[in-house]
């Protein structure tokens, strides 16, 4: 197979990914600028029906997406792998779901009321508005590239207010949060009393966060909702450092085992003056996005700033008694803070791969597209193809669906050309197709394609699912 590699050199993504090592820090090399990779993946969701443009029919709602049949597929499977290694393969992590909407009390006691702002300029002459700690040259505008035109920062906090209850006002305001973490401190209590766990511990949360972001921008990147996956892990004080090394090398290795190649990947140091309000050490997983490096996760040492501040707002006691040391304390807390949605935006943007391939039936050699996600994260894990709509394949193709439908999520397409209907596969990231053809109605046996080798062997039905579980696991 004759195989061409994209500029960031996205082929062999599965083999390669656990042999590479991963770059620390300011050591790491600045990355090619890829928008033509930007472009190309953008298109492909809309066009496969990963992610559309929210309120498309209306124009588009400001920078909202809505993720199609594929895309709410990749989503699911971003976030159930971050549970299961979070929550499902651990004895020291348990979950939560807390709600969105939450009083001013906890946003006043953690800080975000007063400190949750971003800086922003407004252009005097074409009156875009931009975040100055994002601006390339402090003094000119981005838009319309005027200098000098460009107001005094103004600090605009970046939380959405609603109203509870029928009547608006002071009294019934509330937040939608920006941030799931704040739902696991306020829970700390409830969660030590009812889940016998004892520090270290840690709760894990996936949800919608809500920013009024000045500048959303990037697709999927930056938006005003967005999924979070964060895990608040609860330590004794002096083992912080520890823990903080810990959580951050478990998170960098997350994404390399699930397919991003490591030489992609960065942990960097946060100075000091980026900090958050709440943090003594953060270190972002940063990847190389097609604009170059940028965040992809946060890790950070909360302290027990949060603990402490709400355990002051509310007056009941956060603190926890060690019996086994005698002591009262107070835990410090290490925080991995992902995006699901930015996440599975990386996910395809290190899984889009082009290649120049001879044609999968008669004429001349193509160049397809390919996702080569890992199993976990591909949206379908195998399609099922008949090789047309005639009435006695339909029996055969419904036997092979009934035997992988539970166990796996299976696509059924049974129009056009076979060779078309692999490309569309492959576009979609399916790591097998199976496709029943007229010789099945005589030896029982089925067509399994491999996505990224294009190989194909002939597998008997009875042994399908067998053959398919260990490459799919
Ligand atoms: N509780 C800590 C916290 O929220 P953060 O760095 O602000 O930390 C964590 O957010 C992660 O959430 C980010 O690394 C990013 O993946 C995701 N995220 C934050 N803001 C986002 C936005 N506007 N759009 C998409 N994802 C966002």
Redesign the pocket.
């Known amino acids: 197979m004759g195989g061409r590699t994209l500029p960031l050199g996205l082929s062999n993504v599965l083999g390669d990914a656990r042999r590479v090592s991963v770059h620390l820090g300011a050591m790491s090399p600045v990355p090619p600028a890829d928008p033509g990779l930007f472009d190309k993946v953008v298109n492909l969701c809309k066009r496969r029906g990963f992610v559309f443009p929210s309120a498309e029919i209306y124009g588009g709602f400001r920078s909202t997406y809505d993720y199609g049949p594929v895309g709410v597929l990749l989503l699911r499977n971003v976030k159930e792998a971050w549970w299961r290694s979070m929550v499902q393969l651990r004895h020291d992590v348990v979950g939560l779901d807390a709600a969105v909407l939450s009083p001013p009390a906890i946003w006043q006691a953690s800080g975000h009321l007063e400190s949750f702002t971003d800086p922003l300029v407004d252009c005097r002459n074409c009156g875009e508005r931009h975040r100055q700690d994002k601006l390339d040259d402090p003094d000119e505008c981005p838009t319309c590239h005027a200098r000098g035109s460009l107001t005094e920062a103004r600090h605009f906090n970046l939380m959405f207010k609603t109203y509870a209850g029928p009547v608006e006002g002071a009294g019934a305001e509330v937040y939608l949060r920006?941030?799931?973490?704040q739902g696991m401190f306020v829970n700390f209590k409830n969660v030590l009393e009812t889940s016998r766990k004892r520090p270290p511990f840690g709760i894990a949360q996936i949800g919608k966060?809500f920013?009024n972001?000045i500048t959303?921008q990037n697709f999927?990147?930056?938006?005003?909702e967005?999924e979070?996956m964060?895990m608040e892990y609860f330590v004794p004080p002096d083992e912080a450092g520890k823990w903080f090394d810990y959580w951050c090398n478990e998170r960098l290795r997350w994404y390399v085992d699930l397919g991003i190649p490591g030489d992609r990947l960065r942990l960097r140091r946060h100075p000091a003056e980026e900090l958050?309000h709440y943090s003594v050490a953060t270190s972002?997983v940063e990847f190389v996005f097609p604009w170059g490096w940028d965040?992809?996760?946060?890790v950070?040492n909360r302290t027990d700033f949060d603990l402490r501040q709400h355990a002051e707002a509310s007056g009941e006691g956060l603190d926890y008694f060690d019996h086994a040391l005698g002591e009262r304390y107070v835990p410090y807390v290490i925080?991995p803070?992902?995006?699901a949605?930015?996440?599975a935006m990386a996910f395809l943007l290190a899984a889009y791969d082009e290649e120049e391939v001879a044609r999968e039936g008669p004429g001349q050699g193509e160049v397809r597209t390919v996702l080569r996600f890992h199993p976990r994260i591909a949206p379908y894990k195998v399609a099922v193809l008949p090789l047309s709509k005639k009435a006695e394949l339909q029996a055969p193709a419904n036997e092979v669906l009934a035997q992988l439908q539970p166990h796996f999520m299976c696509d059924y397409d049974e129009t056009q050309a076979i060779g078309r209907r692999y490309r569309r596969q492959d576009e979609l990231g399916t790591p097998y197709c199976v496709t029943i053809d007229f010789d099945t109605l005589d030896d029982r046996a089925v067509t399994v394609r491999d996505r990224d080798s294009m190989a194909q062997d002939r597998i008997p039905i009875a042994g399908l699912l067998d053959h398919l579980a260990p490459k799919l696991a």
Not at 178 to 181: F, H, K, S, W
């Open positions: 920006p941030e799931t973490a966060s920013r972001e959303p999927v990147f930056r938006t005003r967005f979070q964060e958050s972002d965040e992809l996760e946060g950070a925080e803070a992902a995006g949605t930015r996440t």
